[in-house]
T-cell receptor, first 116, second 116 residues
Framework: AQTVTQSQPEMSVQEAETVTLSCTYD???????LFWYKQPPSRQMILVIR??????QNATENRFSVNFQKAAKSFSLKISDSQLGDAAMYFC?????????????FGKGTKLSVKP | ETGVTQTPRHLVMGMTNKKSLKCEQH?????MYWYKQSAKKPLELMFV???????ENNSVPSRFSPECPNSSHLFLHLHTLQPEDSALYLC???????????????FGNGTRLTVT
């Protein structure tokens, strides 16, 4: 069975600095999707970034980028120039290609605090 | 207006009550989902609806009864719940394409349910 592990329950970063959130996963599949979702106090889960496993190039969305290491089954999220609005819970998620619709496997999350 | 709207935002109910959670999506998607988010646990998929047809039930107890009258609305009917059912219930939608393709999930703000 696939699992997603986020080993950092909480992280803290100074405003304007860079922080990296860790995520590892376990799967025997060769093709799959990986996601980072952000959940601010409003509780809405917001997609931050998405990576297809067959793509070697790391995904980037403005200040957010990932370090995807397929062999190591690692998928970390880097947030550059951190802003106060980045404070939230961050969830790493996995979905295999052709898998059950919407059946994302989520990690337990990392709570990110941003200090002014 | 947000893409996925959930009501009520908060709900407190006794174990003998019957209540319903409502979800409406304004994105023109053809699939909708119920997720449960409990403290200290990963997000769990409960039900999947594809073109109004339930395609997945992840071993959810019968005291949770979903209803999808059309592709824009999803309900979760609750009856004789237990205190351990207290959680944040999130609704999501997505667009399903042929051959297993799926757009990223769009989530609502959730309903915080407390069972007393």
């Amino acid at each position: 069975a696939q699992t997603v592990t986020q080993s950092q329950p909480e992280m803290s970063v100074q405003e304007a600095e860079t922080v990296t959130l860790s995520c590892t996963y376990d799967t025997s599949e060769s093709d799959y999707y990986l996601f980072w979702y952000k959940q601010p106090p409003s509780r809405q889960m917001i997609l931050v970034i998405r990576q297809e496993a067959y793509k070697q190039q790391n995904a980037t969305e403005n200040r957010f980028s990932v370090n995807f290491q397929k062999a190591a089954k690692s998928f970390s999220l880097k947030i550059s120039d951190s802003q106060l609005g980045d404070a939230a819970m961050y969830f790493c998620a996995y979905r295999r290609v052709g898998g059950s619709q919407g059946n994302l496997i989520f990690g337990k999350g990392t709570k990110l605090s941003v200090k002014p | 207006e947000t893409g996925v709207t959930q009501t009520p935002r908060h709900l407190v109910m006794g174990m003998t009550n019957k209540k319903s959670l409502k979800c409406e999506q304004h994105l023109g998607h053809n699939a909708m989902y119920w997720y449960k988010q409990s403290a200290k646990k990963p997000l769990e998929l409960m039900f999947v609806y594809n073109f109004k047809e339930q395609t997945e039930n992840n071993s959810v107890p019968s005291r949770f009864s979903p209803e999808c009258p059309n592709s824009s609305h999803l309900f979760l009917h609750l009856h004789t719940l237990q205190p351990e059912d207290s959680a944040l219930y999130l609704c999501a939608s997505s667009q399903l394409y042929g051959q297993g393709g799926i757009s990223p999930l769009h989530f609502g703000n959730g309903t915080r349910l407390t069972v007393t």
